[in-house]
């Protein structure tokens, strides 16, 4: 074979890649059939995430985009064949009727009985290029993307009988979400399968689940928003504050980590213990993210309904002695990028119901988006579940399983090479703050009940003088709190 001809054998196994539809249309294919990201992944062989990608405009490549176009096609087909109504529903099937000649795609067109809104899965009225859709966008804003319950045929209106007292009614039932009793199996089933790979080796199963802790994260937070308005894998731009300037460096956002220690205790303040906070990661799952594109804005003007980052002018702290400065130990002076939490913490401060501590922070610039604390909150109340019964059936393969997951995912929400399918430092930065806040408000707690706070540190560690029991309730659980050290002043901690 000459070179030409190899040329031309080339040339003619070449093949185009296969047009996929656009990227929205993808997941409304998927919805529409009321399909989870993992099952579509558990059958092309992926990740969740990269269908999440594929959703959002990454194409993929090969013979995985073959497979995917085929998917796609073949879902589009099956819609259309759901959609379909027969003229004469009640004739005889057998007997033939002259087929009506079908509308061009491009028209839209009135169903003679609602169906799912491809896009939303509210019901819908009219047919748009074949689906089902809204044709007024604001009609398109149902919460979840399954087809409605059918209703039953009216009937004659009955007399309302006269309803019992209170007392005597019965619960109203309540069905349970849908994610209530799936999302914390695939932890139990994770942690099962590695056991029986390990031969029951404890040691080698925890080795193995805190290795795969970050893409099992991904799963189960997939599996979490099922039927979710927002993608949380879509990465939108983001302000150049939050890009690192070199490879080990970092960007300019302000975490305000504490770091302290009370430089004059009391003369006799006897015995400290030291508490671990547990799972404050875990815990601060719950707060105020950012959804969308970042929005730039200037002026001392705070939203409570959007949350972002924030330069400011922090306020003087007059209290260093016996309470850590929230801003952490910053000694730079003038304005520094800091997250919603701590703004909100400093604002929260120059309130009356706090003395007031210190006076409102002075905001010069921000970047935020519209908000909402309930983001991550199924994928928070699944881990703390499957911690909480680790816990009272210690089972700490578990337990070591679910801290792994929690404490990589938040960390690895920035620029790292172990989660690609999540790219958003802002949400890492304003987790990590808000873990900082939780600490010094039990800090402020501790001092406002009368207790010598001794140090602060980090994410989890508070050391006290005094009862603190009267106010920390001792224990393994996320609002508790376990003893990790007990020492007096003059000997330092063992």
């Not at 090969?62 to 099956?78: H, I």
């Not at 027969?86 to 839209?108: I, L, R, S, V």
């Not at 006076?359 to 199924?378: C, M, R, Y």
Request: hydrophobic share 30%; net charge negative.
């Amino acid at each position: 074979m000459t070179d030409f001809d190899a040329i031309d054998a080339l040339l003619a196994n070449a093949r185009t890649p296969t047009d996929l539809p656009p990227a929205e249309q993808r997941r409304a294919l998927r919805q529409a059939l009321n399909l989870t990201r993992t099952q579509v992944a558990q059958t092309l062989g992926v990740s969740p995430s990269t269908i999440g990608g594929w959703e959002t405009g990454r194409d993929p490549s090969g013979e995985t985009r073959e497979k995917y176009a085929y998917f796609l096609t073949a879902a589009q087909e099956k819609l259309r064949t759901q959609n379909e109504t027969p003229a004469h529903p009640e004739a005889d099937p057998t007997t033939e009727h002259p087929t009506t000649a079908a509308p061009p795609k491009d028209e839209d067109t009135p169903l003679p009985t609602p169906h799912p809104c491809v896009l939303c899965g509210a019901p819908a009225t009219d047919q748009i290029e074949g689906y089902p859709q809204h044709l007024n966008p604001e009609d398109c804003t149902h919460p979840t993307p399954h087809p409605p319950t059918p209703t039953p045929p009216q009937q004659a209106p009955t007399p309302t009988p006269t309803p019992p007292p209170a007392h005597q009614q019965p619960p109203t039932p309540r069905r349970p979400p849908q994610n209530q009793t799936r999302t914390p199996d695939l932890i139990a089933r994770a942690v099962h399968e590695a056991l029986d790979t390990h031969h029951g080796d404890t040691q080698a199963a925890t080795a193995e689940l805190q290795r795969r802790a970050i893409p099992d994260a991904m799963t189960l937070l997939d599996t979490c928003r099922i039927g979710a308005r927002y993608d949380i894998v879509g990465h939108p731009p983001l302000p150049d504050i939050l890009r690192k300037k070199s490879a080990h460096g970092a960007d300019e956002v302000w975490e305000a980590r504490p770091h302290w220690t009370r430089l004059d205790p009391p003369p006799t303040p006897g015995e400290v213990t030291a508490l671990d906070i547990n799972g404050a990661y875990l815990s601060a799952l719950k707060t105020h993210l950012p959804l969308g594109t970042l929005e730039y804005s200037t002026g001392n003007v705070h939203s409570r309904r959007r949350a972002g980052i924030h330069l400011i002018t922090p306020p003087e702290w007059d209290h260093h002695a016996y309470l850590p400065n929230p801003l952490g130990n910053r000694e730079e002076p003038g304005p520094v990028w800091v997250t919603e939490p701590t703004l909100r913490l400093l604002q929260r401060l120059a309130t009356e119901q706090y003395g007031p501590l210190c006076d409102p922070p002075v905001i010069h610039e921000s970047f935020t988006s519209g908000a909402t604390e309930q983001l991550f909150e199924k994928f928070r109340q699944a881990l703390r579940d499957a911690r909480e019964k680790a816990i009272t059936e210690e089972d700490e393969v578990t337990l070591e399983y679910v801290k792994s997951m929690y404490s990589k995912f938040v960390s690895t929400m920035g620029e790292s090479n172990f989660n690609r399918a999540l790219y958003r430092p802002d949400w890492m930065h304003i987790i990590r703050s808000q873990a900082f806040v939780n600490l010094w408000l039990k800090a402020h707690k501790a001092h406002t009940a009368g207790l010598t706070v001794m140090r602060v540190m980090g994410t989890d560690e508070l050391h006290i003088a005094g009862d603190w029991r009267q106010v920390f309730t001792e224990g393994r659980g996320v609002t508790q709190v376990k003893v990790k050290d007990v020492y007096t002043p003059e000997t330092g901690r063992q």
